[in-house]
């Protein structure tokens, strides 16, 4: 395992006047051709108080020394780079290292929408606040802007967010919901790629002010694993939803997601959808 020496500890961050910190994790194998996007709207930030963890697989390209290049200029940012067990135990690490107030997940390719994302997140927080989110912009791999994910999917914006809203299926993009740390579990592997589902519906069963941020967080990155491999996702979704919720509601809660389907494609006739 190859690591840098950076460490901040939790007392860095004991202060409960100090300004809200967020930890933000990438991980990433044999990404260099996305990486570099990705640091940079991390580094970018007007709000100076957070911490930037980069998980590397071992990457046989040059990613890990496209981390080492930006370890020299970013002060709080700590790495890894050695073999996982796949995405979720590598975010699993990443978790692990995290010792902010909120902890955000930025996958390689996806970027914070704008410099002062993170200053205007910080704004909304106070001590009741768990869970911060909002919307995605849908980009392709020109970073060309195709809409929000509220408007070109079925995944609208509940505002307020509860965790019975997930009995509809993924409300908010991974990347645009950040949990306060105390709050985040671990990831269960064994959910496999509705691992990050799973995470979020357990947050929500212990938040207690939800809010949301009323433009994007991130520009997300259209594919994806659950994309490429939708019927393994729905399957392990399926599960999910029934560990949460039980087998006749969940029953229920995928009749309405197909109507709802159809019901998207009509409105949407003639015009893109994710």
């Known amino acids: 395992m190859q690591q840098n020496n950076f460490v901040l500890t939790n007392s860095d961050f004991?202060?409960?006047?100090?300004?809200?910190?967020?930890?933000?994790?990438?991980?990433?194998?044999?990404?260099?051709?996305?990486?570099?996007?990705?640091?940079?709207?991390?580094?970018?930030?007007?709000?100076?108080?957070?911490?930037?963890?980069?998980?590397?697989?071992?990457?046989?390209?040059?990613?890990?020394?496209?981390?080492?290049?930006?370890?020299?200029?970013?002060?709080?940012?700590?790495?890894?780079?050695e073999p996982d067990k796949g995405l979720y135990d590598a975010m699993n690490k990443g978790l692990r290292m995290a010792t902010g107030d909120f902890v955000q997940f930025l996958n390689a390719g996806d970027w914070l929408h704008s410099p002062d994302t993170l200053a205007k997140l910080a704004a909304l927080n106070t001590p009741q606040t768990d869970v911060l989110y909002g919307d995605t912009l849908l980009?392709?791999?020109?970073?060309?802007?195709?809409?929000?994910?509220?408007?070109?999917?079925?995944?609208?914006?509940?505002?307020?967010?509860?965790?019975?809203?997930?009995?509809?299926?993924?409300?908010?993009v991974h990347q645009s919901f950040i949990p306060r740390i105390s709050l985040a579990p671990e990831y269960r592997l064994e959910a496999g790629l509705c691992a990050d589902f799973d995470w979020c519906i357990e947050i929500l069963k212990k938040s207690?002010?939800?809010?949301?941020?009323?433009?994007?967080?991130?520009?997300?990155?259209?594919?994806?694993?659950?994309?490429?491999?939708?019927?393994?996702?729905?399957?392990?979704?399926?599960?999910?939803?029934?560990?949460?919720?039980?087998?006749?509601?969940?029953?229920?809660?995928?009749?309405?997601?197909?109507?709802?389907a159809g019901i998207h494609r009509l409105k949407r006739w003639g015009k893109e959808r994710y």
């Open 208 to 260: 207690r002010t939800n809010v949301q941020l009323k433009e994007p967080i991130t520009d997300y990155l259209m594919g994806g694993l659950s994309k490429k491999r939708h019927r393994q996702s729905l399957e392990e979704r399926f599960k999910v939803m029934r560990r949460h919720f039980g087998l006749v509601p969940t029953i229920l809660a995928h009749g309405w997601i197909v109507l709802r």
């Open 14 to 81: 004991s202060d409960s006047n100090a300004p809200v910190r967020f930890s933000i994790i990438t991980v990433v194998y044999n990404g260099e051709s996305l990486l570099r996007g990705t640091i940079e709207s991390v580094l970018n930030q007007t709000w100076p108080h957070f911490e930037y963890i980069l998980i590397d697989g071992a990457s046989k390209d040059n990613s890990l020394q496209i981390i080492q290049e930006y370890a020299k200029k970013m002060t709080h940012l700590k790495w890894i780079s």
């Open 139 to 172: 980009v392709d791999e020109t970073r060309t802007p195709h809409g929000l994910m509220s408007e070109m999917s079925t995944r609208t914006l509940p505002d307020p967010l509860h965790w019975r809203d997930y009995l509809a299926g993924m409300r908010v």
